[in-house]
């Protein structure tokens, strides 16, 4: 079967960094995506990996390693806005996403 | 900005009544999917569609119907509501080849209750 892992909740000090894990095993790769959704509202796209390594950007990074089934998301210098679930996705053999169940970061000052 | 409205933010309806959650983009997006998010679930796909009239089945199709008789419009159709069918709908557009995922562009959601 298909299955994607994330924690479900994590908690982290204003101004300090967090890494959200993601472990998948799916029916074929084809690129590994985050999403940030704030309670209540859309979820809105964060990056995307379909290389090992490292992406940066801004605040934010992500990293994979498709021989692990692994990635991580990287938060930086943590600010309270950034308390949200945040959703981890792979794309598969068809093309089709498959989502884990997201993890709920909170922030505290 | 790219901008997808869904109808209706919040709605309760009763058991067997005929639903129907409205998704409308503006950006001239090739896919359009219906998802439902429940807690300590993953997003789960309903349906999509690739192009106007054409829709596939994703993962729970069954209870749901859709239509897509426009290209900037994508409904959602529960025809006989049911109590487990209480969730959170979202709508998502995107590219990508037949359906296939490339960034999605998510709506605001509906959140349906049916007593």
Same mark, same amino acid.
């Given at each position: 079967?298909?299955n994607i892992d994330q924690p479900?909740?994590?908690?982290?000090?204003?101004?300090?960094?967090?890494?959200i894990n993601c472990t998948y095993?799916t029916?074929?790769?084809?690129?590994l995506f985050w999403y940030q959704?704030?309670?209540?509202?859309?979820p809105?796209?964060l990056s995307?990996n379909?290389?090992?390594?490292?992406?940066?950007?801004?605040?934010?990074?992500s990293?994979l390693?498709?021989?692990?089934g692994y990635s991580y998301l990287?938060?930086?210098?943590?600010?309270?806005?950034?308390?949200?679930s945040y959703l981890c996705a792979v794309r598969?053999?068809?093309?089709?996403l498959i989502w884990g169940a997201g993890t709920?970061?909170?922030?505290?000052? | 900005?790219? %901008?997808?409205?869904?109808?209706?933010? #919040?709605? =309760?309806? $009763?058991?067997?009544?005929?639903? +129907?959650?409205?998704?409308?983009?503006?950006?001239?997006?090739?896919?359009?999917?219906?998802?439902?998010?429940?807690?300590?679930?993953g997003l789960?796909?309903?349906?999509?569609?690739?192009?106007?009239?054409?829709?596939? %089945?994703?993962?729970?199709?069954?209870? #749901?119907? =859709?239509? $897509?008789?426009?290209?900037?419009? +994508?409904?959602?159709?529960?025809?006989?509501?049911?109590?487990?069918?209480?969730?959170?709908?979202?709508?998502?557009?995107?590219?990508?080849?037949?359906?296939?995922?490339?960034?999605?562009?998510?709506?605001?959601?509906?959140?349906?209750?049916?007593?």
């Open positions: 079967g298909q479900t909740e994590m908690t982290a000090t204003e101004g300090a960094i967090v890494q095993q029916s074929g790769f084809n690129g959704q704030h309670a209540g509202e859309a809105t796209f995307y379909v290389l090992d390594g490292l992406e940066e950007k801004g605040r934010f990074s990293f390693s498709r021989s692990k990287l938060l930086k210098e943590l600010q309270m806005k950034d308390s949200a598969d053999s068809n093309y089709q709920k970061l909170i922030i505290k000052p | 900005d790219v %901008k997808v409205t869904q109808s209706s933010r #919040y709605l =309760v309806k $009763r058991t067997g009544e005929k639903v +129907f959650l409205e998704c409308v983009q503006d950006m001239d997006h090739e896919n359009m999917f219906w998802y439902r998010q429940d807690p300590g679930l789960r796909l309903i349906y999509f569609s690739y192009d106007v009239k054409m829709k596939e %089945k994703g993962d729970i199709p069954e209870g #749901y119907s =859709v239509s $897509r008789e426009k290209k900037e419009r +994508f409904s959602l159709i529960l025809e006989s509501a049911s109590t487990n069918q209480t969730s959170m709908y979202l709508c998502a557009t995107g590219t990508g080849p037949l359906g296939g995922a490339n960034v999605l562009t998510f709506g605001a959601g509906s959140r349906l209750t049916v007593l």
